[in-house]
């Protein structure tokens, strides 16, 4: 009878094996390799402002002129009995868990030791939200995030971000209206018509660059830009970097055209807060498919919806592609598998150990 129940026990932790690889929260940024604070657990951790564009909110719901690709700055405060702001870099066993991860790009802890965001040396849950919301159904993004301590088995306050995400003036359009240049001052879902024939169509958006692109039949086109100054980029190469996003939803094979009056810059995509180069020419007289004529600098086929206009003379560094040799398979090498896989088929063999156990004890 004994032997029944161990094997009734052992086939209940194999169940329970299986079901906790599946019940994790997804995790981001983990905490620096040093301790830095032994003392403290994350329980001791709050959060009690956002940071968005160098302002201070009380929450993400007041946060103004919130859009996706954004990222949030959540300070993190020592709450003691007078709370102060928590001035050293995260645990090692600290990590960042997000409930909804759907809507989040990343999250990483940002350690602020140069003072980059004017706040002093401070300790901050970065949170960069999705490039691109317009699969959702929804009209509203929600998630919450917290610092779990895998040392202590505590975790710190929720966060709970809210916010409704901008919606979409629609703009019926036909064949004619194709013949006139389109200004995108907004954020605008273009639909063109079911019956009208495929065209080029050029796109003002709002004076940061043209674009051409061919609408089809029956199809919708989600279009936005916006222009910000990246600090970080201004500092590290000594001159004014203004970031022109362009949301291009469903857009294939677009050109793009900067407008400038002399031959003395260079445009660059802005790619996870980099400088890359990209191939673009100056023309003069440039004449789109609508009639408009412009001087600028081309880019054909545009591969990126991020770029700055910048000096000629500002140097980008160009990271040499490494070659990577491919493994040489053995005779009988084993497939490539997920940790999932692996867990699956630990169970597996787990059941089947299980089994032996339990005939030989029910023989016996």
């Known amino acids: 009878m004994k032997k029944v129940l161990s094997v009734l026990l052992a086939a209940a932790m194999v169940m329970g094996m299986s079901v906790a690889s599946m019940a994790a929260d997804k995790s981001f940024g983990a905490g620096d390799a040093a301790t830095n604070h032994t003392e403290l657990t994350a329980a001791d951790l709050t959060f009690q402002v956002v940071i968005h564009e160098g302002k201070v909110y009380g929450s993400t719901e007041e946060v103004a002129n919130l859009e996706a690709g954004d990222s949030l700055y959540f300070p993190v405060v020592w709450e003691l009995a007078t709370p102060v702001n928590f001035n050293y870099k995260a645990d090692k066993d600290w990590k960042i868990k997000i409930d909804n991860a759907e809507y989040v790009d990343s999250a990483v802890f940002f350690f602020d030791e140069k003072n980059t965001l004017g706040n002093g040396t401070l300790l901050y849950v970065k949170v960069t939200l999705e490039k691109d919301f317009d699969h959702y159904e929804e009209d509203e993004v929600k998630f919450y995030f917290y610092i779990y301590d895998g040392a202590n088995k505590v975790e710190s306050d929720r966060v709970k971000v809210a916010y409704d995400f901008k919606a979409y003036t629609e703009v019926e359009l036909t064949e004619d209206d194709l013949d006139w240049v389109i ?25 940061l660059a043209y674009g051409e692109f061919k609408m089809y039949a029956d199809e919708e086109y989600i279009l936005d830009s916006s222009i910000k100054f990246n600090k970080v980029l201004s500092k590290e190469y000594d001159t004014d970097v203004e970031v022109r996003s362009f949301r291009l939803g469903d857009v294939n094979n677009i050109d793009l055209v900067f407008p400038s009056a002399k031959d003395n810059k260079q445009i660059v995509a802005v790619v996870d807060g980099e400088l890359v180069p990209v191939e673009a020419t100056y023309v003069e007289d440039h004449k789109f498919a609508s009639g408009k004529v412009t001087d600028g600098y081309l880019v054909e086929d545009a591969e990126y919806t991020a770029y700055a206009v910048i000096d000629a003379d500002v140097e980008i560094e160009v990271e040499a592609e490494t070659e ?22 630990a169970v597996a063999m787990a059941v089947v150990s299980v089994a032996a156990a339990g005939a030989l004890a029910l023989k016996k």
Do not use: L, Q, R
Not at 186 to 195: L, N, P, R, S, V
Not at 325 to 335: H, Q, S
């Open 183 to 207: 200004t995108v001052d907004e954020a605008t879902k273009y639909i063109y018509g079911e019956d009208e024939k495929s065209a080029y169509a050029t796109v003002d958006f709002n004076g």
């Open 324 to 345: 990577v040799e491919a493994p040489v398979e053995a005779d009988k090498a084993n497939p490539e598998t997920g940790a999932a896989d692996f867990v699956g088929a």
